[in-house]
């Protein structure tokens, strides 16, 4: 293929499936395709466990790294399945991150969690968070400390229950619940605080 068909193919917007083909073989267009089309989806998975650009901005390049070095384990099985395999790709690597740095150790068990629990689980007395603009409020959440924001994101955008990330985290589920607890107090407090600044 000459330079202008190689220039036309850089062009074109490969599907979804055809980004999967493409990174298996190793093809340069398919992978910068892959990290222009996914990247600010990823990031904003590593800002959220990370807490900081820099720590960020490292995790998405060992991530994408990864990534194209782990094609011939990917089983293509329709539209959307790569984004989320990607998203789990980098959600364990920043876990790896997370358990290798201690992060667990730095946060302290509750002793009233049943109190606070009672206290930050009631809907009707919660914050309008619908009022938030989502920026601020993922600022609030990059911003918890390492463990709390850690079980947090496993157990909201995850879906995982105590179990399964005290498993993950290396600690046990009563600890995962209080800190989840923990960081729900800490972002209903954040919320409260800035729509009275707000005005709202």
């Not at 911003?143 to 046990?172: C, D, Q, S, T, W």
Request: hydrophobic fraction near 35%; include cysteine; charge should be negative.
């Amino acid at each position: 293929m000459d330079l202008r068909g190689v220039r036309r193919l850089e062009k074109q917007t490969l599907t979804e499936q055809e980004l999967v083909e493409g990174c298996r073989r190793g093809d340069d267009v398919a992978r910068r395709q892959l990290y222009e089309r996914y990247a600010g989806k990823m990031m904003a998975i590593c800002m959220r466990y990370m807490g900081n650009r820099e720590e960020a901005e490292d995790l998405l390049h060992d991530g994408y790294i990864k990534l194209y070095g782990s094609f011939d384990k990917f089983d293509w099985q329709g539209e959307g399945t790569l984004p989320a395999w990607m998203a789990r790709v980098m959600a364990n690597l920043a876990l790896q991150r997370l358990r290798k740095n201690d992060v667990m150790s730095q946060t302290v068990e509750l002793e009233n969690t049943a109190e606070l629990r009672d206290d930050v689980d009631r809907p009707d007395e919660g914050p309008d968070i619908e009022t938030i603009p989502k920026k601020v409020l993922m600022q609030f959440i990059e911003e918890l400390p390492p463990g709390y924001r850690a079980v947090f994101n496993m157990h909201v955008f995850e879906g995982k229950n105590h179990i399964e990330i005290g498993k993950e985290l290396g600690i046990n589920n009563k600890s995962s619940a209080s800190q989840l607890v923990r960081a729900r107090a800490i972002l209903k407090e954040r919320v409260n605080e800035w729509r009275r600044q707000n005005g709202l």
